[in-house]
């Protein structure tokens, strides 16, 4: 979710329904589910025409040329079903306990929103392109509004996806740097603290001194005894 770290301290807290559909992540990702219907909708339903009243075949608006519309077809698909399944893993973020699976969650969405930007950039030239090479006919007059709303929504659906990739690497680095000091990076077991420094003269500290064990049974030296000489 917008703002989440990769923290597992706040893993398993509770969503506001209402918050969460204010948020931009999800504005975003709504507006650009919509996008994706319009586009192949639009496609589906009036980019496909007859050459003339006499010819039944029905043809691709745009140059005739099949593979742009079944392009724009499939871009459209894939974006509408990546933009559900984000969305719900938006909405189930913090429910996500691991550091690691939180980081490949939003390593995931990077990769995903970068991926379509490119995807509907290719789209919007090829599309484009193509409506520009198309000879004006009777039927392509009637889906020629279709047509150029495929194309205008594919250009904003560029801006919307590179805009996501962006929050999405935003929320890396600050997760990133929110993780290095979640507390399941430093495990505390008992017994694992350290010895307690000397102090600043130098001078060993007989009060924090214990002696190693197995010692008890030597006797130490008297005061001032020396060893005689023979």
Known sequence: ???????????????????????????????????????????????????????????????????????????????????????????????????????????????????????????????????????MSKGVSQGADAARAAITFSFFSIIIWVVLAVRALQRYRLGTDMSLFATEQFPSEPGSAGYPGYPGSGVESTDTYQSPPFTETLEPNPKGYQVPAY
Do not use: H
């Open 1 to 135: 979710m917008e703002g989440a770290s990769f923290g597992a301290g706040r893993a398993g807290g509770t969503v506001d329904p209402v918050d969460f559909l204010k948020q931009p992540q999800t504005i975003l990702r709504v507006t650009t589910w919509i996008f994706s219907i319009v586009v192949f909708g639009s496609i589906v339903n009036e980019c496909y025409v007859n050459r003339d009243s006499q010819d039944p075949e029905l043809l691709c608006i745009f140059n005739e040329n099949e593979s742009a519309c079944s392009y724009g077809i499939a871009i459209g698909i894939i974006a509408f079903f990546g933009c559900i399944f984000f969305f719900v893993l938006d909405l189930n973020f913090q429910q996500i306990s691991s550091v690691k699976d939180r980081k490949r969650a939003v390593l995931l969405d990077l990769g995903f929103s970068g991926f379509l930007s490119f995807l509907w950039f290719v789209a919007f030239c090829f599309l484009a392109n193509q409506w520009q090479r198309t000879t």
